[in-house]
């Protein structure tokens, strides 16, 4: 039986893509080994949203034929669809485009029965199309599946590749979502991620439908117990919103809502749509309406126009936000956006800007998070390591808590309640209040 892995970088979307993937080679008789194993076909899922990114992608590619020079080696994901010459260039026989990679199946049945040396497959992404259904996945986190409900962005922001490597907003049939969360359900997926490269859009393309719908048929779903949102922009945080989220019991108290700059003029620059007032006014009504809401977020360090002052201002705002987690970049000029023109920051200044604010954005997270010593909270439990148990709160705090035993049947993907006892580097530590699981 021929034999075959998934290398997947960048995003959730990538990740829930991955899984679709693997179950489509699957159909057609491959099994699946563990990277770094030896196989016949390697599927690089690549990622293109910095230049680190690319690099990963192309080492990755590289690994691959190291490991086995007769392998096959496919690339598909955003760089792939950006440059599919430099995939191959770097080692790739197969190259395959964001829309093209639902037929990963054929392609390759194709190379193999007709001996192809090389296929290139990658069509122009700004075309508009329909929403591309196809098997459901079958891989997941043992607790946790991404299930993907649009696909493309419309903003254009001045620094990002994603709309032109993803195109434009296409929106999944809420059928179809959800019958693939009844068979998420089936096979004991508990929680669920609902991802896309644009969520806001959902539903743009539908007549009266946005991402509130889709939660709401979610939610009477027998099973699942969580539903957890991807990332969101502050401006789709109206008080409409927020009252009719309020309706579904499972939808998890944690937000993501990238910041990406503090600095009004700065996302003016970034034509991200919003100001920091629109941003700041999106978590309080979160807060005030909502229980042991926690925010998350991403913020661009050294984007080109910005200047000591607007980076003060992007630390004033995780002060005032009290983000539980906020991840930092570093500005990446990615060509074909209007960002590539400008002239970058000097690159001590930016990684004199990470270091402040990552050292900052930690010690106003653990300031926060040690409001929660001493309470009692419930986590859906994720993985075990010796005698302590690792989860997630609803609202997306990690937590560890010592058990007595090692029984790991009585503990993986059941929910537990921890009385937090302390802090680690990135969550919470505690015990578990009672040995027996909460079904």
């Given at each position: ?5 998934i290398i997947?970088?960048?995003?959730k979307v ?5 899984s ?7 159909a057609i ?13 390697y599927v ?5 949203v910095?230049s680190?990114?690319?690099?990963k992608?192309?080492?990755m590619?590289?690994k691959a034929?190291i ?5 096959i ?6 760089l ?7 995939m ?7 190259v395959?485009g ?6 990963i199946?054929?392609m390759?049945v194709?190379v193999?029965?007709?001996?192809r ?8 992404i700004s075309?508009k199309i329909?929403?591309k259904n196809s098997r459901f ?5 043992r607790?946790?599946?991404y299930?993907?409900i649009?696909d493309?962005?419309?903003n254009f922001c001045?620094?990002?590749i994603?709309p032109?490597?993803r195109?434009r907003?296409?929106?999944r049939?809420?059928e179809?979502i959800?019958?693939e969360?009844?068979?998420?359900a089936s096979k ?8 896309g490269i644009h969520?806001?859009?959902?539903g743009?393309d ?8 889709v939660?709401?048929e979610l939610n009477e779903?027998?099973?699942?117990r969580?539903?957890r949102l991807?990332s969101?922009?502050p ?9 009719e989220?309020k309706?579904?019991s499972k939808?998890?108290?944690h ?5 990406q ?6 996302l003016l620059?970034?034509?991200r749509?919003?100001?920091?007032k ?6 309080v009504?979160?807060?005030n309406s909502?229980p042991d809401?926690?925010?998350?977020t991403?913020?661009?360090?050294g984007y080109?126009t910005?200047?000591?002052e607007?980076f003060q201002?992007?630390m004033e705002i995780?002060?005032?936000?009290q ?7 570093k500005?990446?000029k990615?060509?074909?956006t209007?960002?590539?023109?400008l002239?970058?920051l000097n690159?001590?200044?930016?990684n004199?800007?990470?270091r ?5 954005a930690?010690e106003?997270s ?5 409001g929660?010593l ?5 986590i ?5 390591q010796n005698?302590?148990v690792?989860?997630?709160?609803t609202?997306?705090?990690?937590v560890s808590a010592?058990?007595?035993n090692n029984v790991?049947k009585?503990?993986i993907n059941t929910?537990?309640?921890v009385t937090?006892?302390?802090l680690t580097?990135?969550?919470?530590k505690?015990?578990i209040?009672?040995?027996k699981?909460?079904?």
């Amino acid at each position: 039986m021929r034999t075959y892995t998934i290398i997947t970088l960048g995003c959730k979307v990538n990740q829930y893509e991955s899984s679709v993937i693997s179950t489509n080679l699957e159909a057609i008789g491959f099994e699946y080994r563990k990277f770094p194993d030896i196989c016949d076909i390697y599927v690089v899922n690549t990622c293109t949203v910095t230049s680190m990114s690319d690099k990963k992608s192309r080492q990755m590619i590289h690994k691959a034929r190291i490991i086995n020079p007769d392998c096959i080696i496919i690339a598909t994901g955003c760089l792939a669809q950006q440059d599919p010459q430099i995939m191959i260039k770097n080692g790739a026989d197969i190259v395959l485009g964001n829309n093209e990679k639902s037929y990963i199946e054929e392609m390759l049945v194709s190379v193999l029965k007709e001996k192809r040396p090389k296929l290139i497959a990658v069509s122009d992404i700004s075309q508009k199309i329909e929403y591309k259904n196809s098997r459901f996945p079958d891989k997941w986190e043992r607790t946790r599946g991404y299930l993907k409900i649009q696909d493309g962005c419309d903003n254009f922001c001045s620094y990002c590749i994603i709309p032109y490597v993803r195109g434009r907003v296409r929106s999944r049939d809420i059928e179809d979502i959800k019958k693939e969360a009844e068979h998420m359900a089936s096979k004991g997926i508990k929680e669920v991620v609902l991802t896309g490269i644009h969520l806001d859009s959902y539903g743009k393309d539908k007549e009266d439908l946005s991402i509130i719908n889709v939660i709401a048929e979610l939610n009477e779903i027998n099973g699942i117990r969580r539903i957890r949102l991807g990332s969101l922009e502050p401006k789709i945080i109206t008080d409409h919103f927020v009252t009719e989220i309020k309706k579904y019991s499972k939808l998890c108290p944690h937000f993501h809502m990238s910041l990406q700059s503090g600095s009004d003029k700065v996302l003016l620059d970034m034509n991200r749509r919003y100001d920091s007032k629109i941003f700041i006014d999106a978590i309080v009504k979160l807060r005030n309406s909502i229980p042991d809401v926690e925010i998350t977020t991403d913020i661009i360090v050294g984007y080109p126009t910005e200047t000591e002052e607007d980076f003060q201002k992007s630390m004033e705002i995780v002060r005032k936000a009290q983000f539980i987690k906020t991840h930092v970049f570093k500005f990446s000029k990615r060509k074909g956006t209007k960002a590539e023109k400008l002239q970058s920051l000097n690159s001590s200044v930016l990684n004199e800007r990470s270091r402040r604010l990552i050292s900052y954005a930690t010690e106003v997270s653990h300031n926060k998070l040690a409001g929660y010593l001493g309470k009692n909270l419930q986590i859906l439990i994720e993985e075990k390591q010796n005698n302590t148990v690792i989860g997630h709160t609803t609202n997306y705090i990690k937590v560890s808590a010592l058990v007595s035993n090692n029984v790991e049947k009585d503990y993986i993907n059941t929910f537990c309640n921890v009385t937090i006892s302390g802090l680690t580097d990135d969550g919470l530590k505690g015990i578990i209040t009672s040995e027996k699981p909460v079904l």
